[in-house]
Structures are given as structure tokens and as C-alpha cells.
């Protein structure tokens, strides 16, 4: 898993980040009338690929990319990728469906050299800052609709969150494995339609159980794929609260069917979500009752068994790292009815497929992606953010800057201080600091493990209390369970996470930490 379970489709204000989710998280797409932007030529220094799977940021009306080399990487398992180049180009008569572009000015750049009095390289619509699955995602759309693309990433490979490594003949996935939006129906398989944007489809394991349950008091409850056997389940154990349990869910299903209605491509943009309106009254209407809502209230309304209320909190945790409580009801009803609705589908060969995928999508289409491009400032003129220096002196300059480096190194590294716009310090100010992951990757034995056992797992064994506090609780991940190539044959892969803090490791020598995390999991 990348953070426990991840979701593609950018949640509505979210308290924090989740831990089972992509971090699937995408670039929020902006969905401006298109301005008049012409055509740019190819350039010699982008071929590449970048990744980082945190939110991204917007800065002013532009924003920032990644990059990858041509013919550098390898699909996996993907049944079909780049099978098609389309030709549109921005012009006159042009509108993108999914482009954020600065409408007050439209700097004209093509080539090397000084442009528009600048030392560097131009001629892009537009750089995305991260190859993260948000940035290759908002990255993808502007190229396939003809924008002339740059993804910069500091690292090797792509994917960020979503990336993998190997070793030792096991590939583990950095990230999380418990893939939403993978499914091939409705409106919310935002990774699936993703890849189809640029001809990519990706061969998928599905998943019998979401997430197996074991909590205090020998509370065990498995998420099965389908709505029914996970309902039985849960009325068994509390069957004095079936009808409330009903209620909640069916509540759940209500804001999941009103979401799933609607072609979702932001849930930030008024002008399109006005437009939605017009076409779903209902459905948009259902949305903004419960947009302030949050889970945990609305499940007391119909829920009082102390236990049952426990449990949904813990639903709520592994999506958010927060209780239910503090969990907005729109981003719980969307994962707790996913899952049963699209079901959890395992990328056959690794979660690092996807971004794999999407990085040679966009080469096929006519944009780059640059590794090892550490960018670290954005470059503004008059307040409006036009172009990128990287820690080798090079500057990259493009109409619109997208930023998929996390919010905070974004606003904190990223830009000055005194440049952050309003709404940021206001954020700022409110901010309540998510946790860490401590993250063990681990190969085994498969005769370790018993024949039935499931794909993935939270462990709370202790105290209810104890399920946000660090090293509370525990994930595991098992996904040589769903695709045993990922590992040596007889052997599987066991990805344990648990929420930490930084500080708590920050400085200390490699010797040191191996010692923690060791004793750490000797203790759980």
C-alpha cells in the first residue's frame, strides 16, 4: 500500500492523508475556457519521467510537471499502451476539457536559449513538478487534448507513492495495494480511464476481500468484495444494530450512487460543478447536504452499540488516519461503497505498472518526462508562476506550472514565503499535521503464512483508544496473495506500516534505526 488505502479521485477537502489508499491521489483539474495557445515544437533536453503521488497544488492560474525518457521504460503487464497518437493541438477553435492555463498571459516560447529575456528552455504548455500518479494523470490529459508537456522528477523512476523498488527477485511496491478507482464500470474508475486516455490498459487480480478486521475484544470482520456477505457479516456480530447498520450504509450508497452519476473531474471548480448541476439537480443537491457532514455524526444518528461505532471509526481510519468523526462523510461513502461497487483490483506485476504506463502514455503522445530533475524553485514574474530552476542551474519555462510535490514542500520549498498566496497562509494558520508512516518491507517463507490467508489487514489488538495514537495500530500487506510473480517462488512479500512521527527518527544513524524498527516489530 502507499499510505494504507488510496482512492484516485481528489477527495473534498480531506482532513488528512490516508493511509490505504493510489496515494492515489490526483492533480485537481481546472477546467478554464481554453486560451489561445499555440502550438509548441518539440525540444532537445526533455526525455524522461518524474513521480511523487501526493496532492498537488495550483499556483495562481498555472502549474507544474513531470518527465520521462523515451523508450526507457517498460509497460509490465499492461495488455496495451500507446496504441494510438491523437493530433489535436491547441488553437483557434480548440477548448481542452482539462487544462489550467493562465488566461492574463500566455508567454510565447519555443526552443533553447534566452526566451522572452530568460535564460532557459520554453516552448512547453505546460510543466508538472512530480511524476507522482497526480501529476502523470494531469500531465496525460493536457497531452492527449495536444498540449506540449514536461514532467520533472527528481527520482529514477516514476510514480512517487505509487512507485516500487526491487531486490533480490521481489518487487515491492512503495505505496499502497489496495487500488480503487480500477474497476471497468461507472464514473469513479478514475485509474482505469486514466490509462485508456492514452491507449493503456492494465491486466488486474481482483481482490475477494477489501481488508480483514482485527480489533480489540476478538473483533474480527472481513470487508468482502461483495455488499452482501460483508453486511451479513457485520449483522451477525452486532445483530441487535441491523437496522441501524442499514441505515448508515444505505446513506453511504446514496452520496456513492449521486457521485458515481456524475462525469466527476473536480470537486474544487464551481463553473463545472454549476454545470452539473443543470444536468443532475438531484444528484448535486444530495452532494452539498452532506458535503459538511462528517461520517461519525451521521453514524450515531442511527448507530449506540459503543463497539459498532469503534469499528466504524476504524473503517474510517484506514482511509483517512483520522476517526469517523473528523472524516467527511462524502470521502467515506466514496471508499466504503467502491469497494464493493468497482472492488479492489491488484495491477498484475506491481502498483508501479501504473505510473510506468501513463509515463510512456505520454511520451506516445508527444510530451517528455525528465529523471534525476530536481526542481527547487519555481520561477515567478509579476506574481504569476511562468517557469522552474533545477538544483543543476537549468530553468524550464511554460505557460502553466503544476506542482505534485506535497502541499507543503510546494509552499515551503518551493516558493518564498512572502510570494504564498492568501489562501495559503489562511490553510496555514488551521492546519492540523497528519501522521507519518513507519513502513517495513519484508520477504518470507510462504509456508509461514496459513492457505486462506488475505491480502491485506489492520491490526488494532490492544485498546480502541490506541487507534490513532503512533505505533497504535498496524497495516499489512500481502499482495504476492493476489500475484505470486512479484516474489521468489515458495516466498511471499509482507508490506507492515504504522502511523509514526518523523521527529521520532529524524538524525539518527542507519544503525540506529534498523535497531527501532526492529524492536518495533518484535514488540507487535
Known amino acids: ?27 485537481p483539474i481546472r477546467y478554464p475556457r481554453a486560451p489561445k495557445l499555440a502550438p509548441s515544437r518539440p525540444t532537445s533536453e526533455s526525455r524522461g519521467l518524474s513521480g511523487s503521488g501526493k496532492p498537488s497544488a495550483l499556483l495562481g492560474r498555472p502549474s507544474l510537471s513531470p518527465n520521462v525518457g523515451r523508450g526507457q521504460l517498460g509497460v509490465g503487464k499492461s495488455e496495451l499502451c500507446g496504441a494510438r497518437r491523437r493530433e489535436a493541438r491547441f488553437g483557434r477553435g480548440a477548448r481542452p476539457r482539462a487544462v489550467v492555463a493562465s488566461e492574463e498571459r500566455a508567454v510565447e516560447r519555443e526552443g533553447d536559449g534566452e526566451v522572452g529575456g530568460r535564460e532557459g528552455e520554453g516552448g512547453y504548455d505546460a510543466i508538472v513538478i512530480g511524476s507522482g500518479i497526480g501529476g502523470l494523470v494531469a500531465a496525460t490529459q493536457l497531452a492527449v487534448k495536444g498540449a506540449k508537456v514536461l514532467v520533472l522528477e527528481k527520482y529514477v523512476i516514476p510514480g512517487g507513492s505509487s512507485g516500487f523498488y526491487e531486490r533480490d527477485g521481489y518487487t515491492f511496491d512503495v505505496g499502497s495495494s489496495v487500488m480503487f478507482g480500477f474497476s471497468d464500470k461507472g464514473n469513479l474508475n478514475l485509474i482505469t480511464q486514466a490509462l485508456a486516455a492514452v491507449g493503456c490498459k492494465m491486466e488486474v487480480v481482483p481482490d475477494p476481500t477489501t481488508v480483514h478486521f482485527h480489533l480489540p475484544n476478538d473483533l474480527s470482520v472481513r470487508v468482502h468484495r461483495e455488499y452482501g456477505d460483508f453486511l451479513r457479516e457485520l449483522t451477525g456480530r452486532f445483530p441487535h444494530e441491523k437496522e441501524g447498520i442499514l441505515k448508515f450504509y444505505g446513506i453511504c450508497w446514496k452520496i456513492f450512487n449521486a457521485l458515481n452519476s456524475l462525469e466527476l473531474k473536480s470537486l474544487e471548480e464551481p463553473i463545472y460543478l454549476f454545470g452539473q448541476f443543470f444536468q443532475k439537480p438531484i444528484e448535486c443537491l444530495t452532494l452539498a447536504y452532506y458535503l459538511p457532514q462528517n461520517a461519525g455524526a451521521i453514524a450515531r444518528k442511527y448507530i449506540k452499540d459503543p463497539e459498532l461505532l469503534s469499528f466504524i471509526d476504524a473503517e ?24 464493493h461497487f468497482g472492488g479492489i483490483n491488484y495491477p498484475v506485476g506491481g502498483v508501479g505498472g501504473i505510473a510506468k504506463s501513463l509515463a510512456n502514455g505520454l511520451v506516445e503522445h508527444g510530451s517528455d518526462i525528465q529523471y534525476r530533475a530536481n526542481v527547487t524553485n519555481i520561477i515567478l514574474e509579476n506574481g504569476k508562476a511562468v517557469g522552474v530552476r533545477l538544483s543543476d542551474g537549468r530553468n524550464f519555462f511554460a505557460k502553466t506550472i503544476i506542482s505534485n ?10 516558493l518564498k514565503k512572502e510570494n504564498l498566496p492568501k489562501e495559503e497562509r489562511d490553510f496555514q494558520k488551521r492546519y492540523v499535521k497528519a501522521p507519518s508512516f513507519l513502513s517495513i518491507h519484508m520477504g518470507v517463507k510462504a509456508d509461514i503464512l496459513p492457505q486462506d490467508t488475505d491480502c491485506h489487514h489492520f491490526v488494532l489488538e490492544d485498546k480502541w483508544s490506541r487507534l490513532e495514537e503512533p505505533y497504535g495500530s498496524i497495516f499489512l500487506s500481502i499482495p504476492t496473495v493476489l500475484d505470486p510473480s512479484l516474489a521468489p517462488e515458495g516466498h511471499h512479500i509482507l508490506h507492515i506500516f504504522t502511523t509514526s512521527s518523523i521527529e521520532d527518527w529524524q538524525g539518527l544513524p542507519k544503525k540506529n534505526m534498523r535497531k527501532r524498527s526492529s524492536s518495533w516489530l518484535m514488540k507487535s
Open 316 to 339: 474510517c481510519f484506514i482511509v483517512s488516519t483520522v476517526n469517523a468523526l473528523q472524516t467527511p462523510m462524502i470521502n467515506a461513502s466514496m471508499v466504503l461503497c467502491d469497494r
Open 1 to 27: 500500500m502507499s499510505t494504507p488505502f488510496s482512492h484516485s479521485l481528489p477527495a473534498p477537502q480531506p482532513s488528512r492523508a490516508s493511509p490505504l489508499a493510489p496515494q492515489s491521489s490526483t492533480v
Open 405 to 414: 510535490a506535497t502541499r507543503w514542500d510546494t509552499f515551503g520549498k518551493l
